[in-house]
Structure formats: structure tokens, C-alpha cells
């Protein structure tokens, strides 16, 4: 069994035509994308979103691995989003019940404590 590349957007829905002028009151959230093995709990990888109306996050999937994808939001307003699913050969895809929150929040630490960080991250160090 051959890997797979597989991208998963996060839409945030907004009125047509109103990108630049928000109506009042409206406000996206900060998606985030964190893909997870769901046998190790291991970070496959993580895309920080922002407020921002769509972020997606590209992986090589192994077909004989399950895998978890969690959205994540640093802000406490949930809204709806999208999540459109695209790959290069066939997945399974099903909802299933959400981890532990504890697997999220160790996944995250782990992928920012990693010696290198994928291109397109940045880590900003501050010296006391």
C-alpha cells in the first residue's frame, strides 16, 4: 500500500462580495488544522490558521495509518466552517467522536518543541 497526499481546507463562510468590509458584529475565528496518528497520538502536522477565512494543511497519509484531524481555536466564539477533503487516490473518511482535549494540547506542544519546524513556521524568540 502506496501513500497518499491528501490537503484538508477549513472554509469560514462569509457574505459574497464582503472580503474586505465585515458587516458589523461579524468576525472570523482562528481555525487551525492539527493531524494526528490516531494509534500514537502522534503530531503529523499542524497549520495555524488565524483569523482568516480558509486554512488548509497538505500531508502524505500512509494507507495502513488512521489518522485524526482536529480543528482547533484559540478564541472562546465558535462558529461554522467547511472542511473540504481533497486527495490523490481514494480515502475513507468518517466523524467520529472528539479525543480528549489532552491530545490536542499534547500534539501541539510536541510539534512546537520539535528542534525544526516545517518552512512555513516561524518561532520568534524573545531574550529576557
Known amino acids: 500500500a502506496k501513500a497518499t497526499d491528501c490537503w484538508f481546507m477549513a472554509v469560514q463562510p ?27 497520538g502522534e503530531t503529523v502536522d499542524f497549520a495555524l490558521g488565524g483569523a482568516r477565512r480558509d486554512v488548509s494543511l497538505s500531508a502524505m497519509l500512509d494507507a ?14 465558535r462558529g461554522p466552517f467547511v472542511l473540504r477533503v481533497y486527495a490523490a487516490d481514494p480515502v475513507g473518511v468518517q466523524v467520529c467522536t472528539p479525543p480528549p482535549a ?26 529576557l
Open 14 to 40: 462569509t457574505e459574497r462580495g464582503k472580503q474586505t468590509k465585515r458587516p458589523k458584529g461579524y468576525y472570523l475565528n482562528d481555525v487551525s488544522l492539527l493531524l494526528v496518528a490516531a494509534e500514537s
Open 64 to 77: 495502513d495509518r488512521e489518522y485524526i484531524l482536529i480543528p482547533v481555536s484559540f478564541k472562546a466564539n
Open 102 to 127: 489532552s491530545t490536542a494540547w499534547d500534539a501541539i506542544h510536541r510539534f512546537a518543541l520539535r528542534p525544526a519546524l516545517p518552512r512555513s513556521v516561524q518561532r520568534l524568540v524573545h531574550r
